[in-house]
């Protein structure tokens, strides 16, 4: 016990992932409707919660929290699949492409020089397991098969190199603008 009161022991956490992680799935998979989806959320979830998981009293009761937590992320998944079929959707008919005049161009190209540059920054197994998870669509369970690594440290990997982005690129996540469609596919 500290000066705070009582805290969640590091191994309280191994046990509350075990005792929660299906229960959550499966609500996960109720509102996701996709495996691996739901398990993606429940990951993402588990890693927030372990973020903070010193902060944590352990009067507080961690079902509802977690409930509510996976809640809200399948509901972000939800809406960020839809505004990207949106998107697609309203290209697909004829919308004019977003580098269509030279403002825009050079904007983009610029963004793509930022971009390559903040990954080029990222450590190398960082960069690798981000192109994994964006550019090859692999889910983390595949890509720490394939590195033989952990799914966790698969997630931790992931939580650093989109900290760093955001950090690199946060005047033009600031910016808004058509170039910010650009930016939120990337580190989404």
């Not at 903040?118 to 690798?128: E, F």
């Amino acid at each position: 016990m500290d000066s705070n009161g009582k805290k969640y022991l590091a191994s309280d956490f191994s046990a509350a992932f075990h005792t929660w992680y299906e229960k959550l799935h499966r609500y996960a998979y109720t509102i996701l409707k996709d495996q691996d989806e739901a398990s993606d959320t429940v990951q993402f979830v588990f890693t927030r919660l372990w973020e903070r998981w010193e902060e944590l009293d352990d009067t507080e009761e961690l079902g509802p929290y977690l409930y509510r937590a996976i809640h809200n992320q399948s509901l972000n998944r939800i809406r960020k699949a839809g505004n990207m079929r949106n998107f697609t959707a309203w290209l697909n008919q004829g919308a004019p492409p977003v580098q269509s005049d030279a403002g825009n161009k050079l904007a983009l190209a610029e963004l793509n020089t930022r971009i390559a540059a903040a990954l080029d920054a990222l450590p190398p197994q960082c960069r690798l397991i981000f192109t994994m998870s964006r550019e090859q669509d692999k889910k983390y369970a595949e890509i720490a098969q394939a590195l033989s690594i952990s799914v966790k440290t698969v997630e931790t990997q992931m939580s650093k190199a989109l900290r760093i982005l955001r950090e690199k690129l946060a005047d033009y996540i600031a910016a808004g603008g058509a170039l910010l469609l650009y930016i939120d596919k990337l580190l989404s």
